[in-house]
């Protein structure tokens, strides 16, 4: 349960940053140039030096069966920011993942430590329910404000087209169109 006001605060935030990014409320949000806004800089694994290529083979295992299970993963030391994207991954599941990572350090939640273990495997010491899924809400507010719904509608768009023309997949698109009204809103 979100504290009172919070979804309010998050369709605000999404339509005030799109105005001081230079772009209309209903306009598609360039996850990149938000991240750049917020002074973060996101990278690939193949980015990373030191990488192996039986790393970034392990990292990047996509075999049309069982993806790589990581999506993101900020990193954060000192002032520096840096969120570690899946590239095996859809651009539209990179710009979910990415606004999410984003909502997290937009709502100032401090950043979980993790432990390696014995066999290379990276694991949170905790996990915090409650600030996972405001960063979902907030991450979907950003890709998808209501506003940007509501023109989606208006102009009868297909749901693929409106997912390729907003950078989403149709899963995010149905879910805020459901989540907000704005389906039951047009029927």
């Known amino acids: 349960m979100f504290e009172r006001g919070f979804k309010t605060w998050c369709e605000k935030y999404a339509t005030e940053k799109r105005k ?59 002032t520096r920011i840096v969120v570690i994207l899946n590239s095996s991954h859809s651009p539209a599941r990179q710009a979910s993942d990415l606004t999410h990572e984003l909502a997290h350090i937009i709502r100032g939640h401090a950043a979980q430590e993790v432990d390696i273990s014995s066999e290379g495997l990276m694991l949170l010491k905790s996990y915090d329910k409650v600030q996972e899924e405001e960063a979902d809400w907030l991450s979907g507010c950003l890709l998808l404000p209501r506003e940007a719904l509501v023109t989606i509608r208006s102009r009868r768009l297909e749901d693929s087209a409106a997912a390729t023309e907003y950078g989403v997949s149709i899963q995010m698109l149905n879910y805020r169109m459901a989540r907000t009204g704005v389906t039951r809103q047009f029927t």
């Open 20 to 78: 001081e990014l230079g772009l209309k409320p209903n306009s598609r949000l360039d996850t990149r140039l938000l991240a750049e806004n917020l002074g973060v800089l996101v990278k690939m694994p193949a980015d990373i030096p030191g990488l192996s290529q039986d790393n970034l083979d392990v990292l990047l295992r996509n075999d049309g069966k069982t993806a790589s299970c990581w999506s993101a993963v900020t990193l954060v030391k000192g």
